[in-house]
């Protein structure tokens, strides 16, 4: 079991199993992420790492056990359900929508909280332009303290490869989670990026007081900034604790991280 006591846990994954076909992925995942805490998923390639993520965020429906978050069941929810719920995410390939604008982007997530339907929008009255100038100076604001704001009307593909992760990042937080899911976000970038990431993650924990889990390769990013660290090998956990605790774990060190130099 995981060691975050059931009364602080945000997420709760509870003997998680699925199943594609006669391959098992996951099997009989225990694992939770508490409020505020920053906490890695670590493994091998095809250990099973985004498919948890599928599982918390809906595209997958789990073959056993149950997902919870914030004390109610995340089972049969639509993956834009469960953003509404308060879970978002970035993905390892990026996903933004390429031919809108940066400041587009970021105003299709704040729409999910919206609180006028299509009448509104259609009668387009008092209220409906109140919210939409909630709504841009929300995106702004958001744009703002991520330093895109000189990006606003370019296209979202225009942008250098570290600023569209940054964008992804932000589009998720403008959907306002308690819990972001950071897949891979360290993926293709040089060092001085992935410092910037670095000191990006533990600000957005901080500044937005959620919590995060992340998926990543990268070492040096998830011991650097991880409460916490969980390890999948062939979609079983095989470990959980501290940093430290990881680095000496004879069978993480056999399973991925491999003796030190």
Known sequence: MSTASAKERLLDVSRCTIRFGGLTAVSELDFAVKEGELVGLIGPNGAGKTTVFNLITGVYQPTEGAIQFNSRSLGNLKPHQITARGVARTF??????????????????IQLHRRHGIVHALWRGGSFKQEEREVEAEALDLLKIFGLDRFRDEASKSLPYGDQRRLEIVRALATKPRLLLLDEPAAGMNPTEKAE????????????????????????????????????????KIAEGTPDEIRRNPKVIEAYLGEPD
């Open 197 to 236: 990431l670095t000191s990006l993650i533990k600000f957005v924990q901080e500044r937005f007081r959620i919590a995060v889990l992340l998926v990543e390769h990268d070492m040096q990013v998830v011991m650097g900034i991880c409460q916490r660290i969980a390890v999948l090998d062939y979609g079983v």
């Open 92 to 109: 390892q390939n990026i996903r933004l929508f390429p031919s809108l604008s940066v400041f587009d982007n970021v105003r299709a997530a």
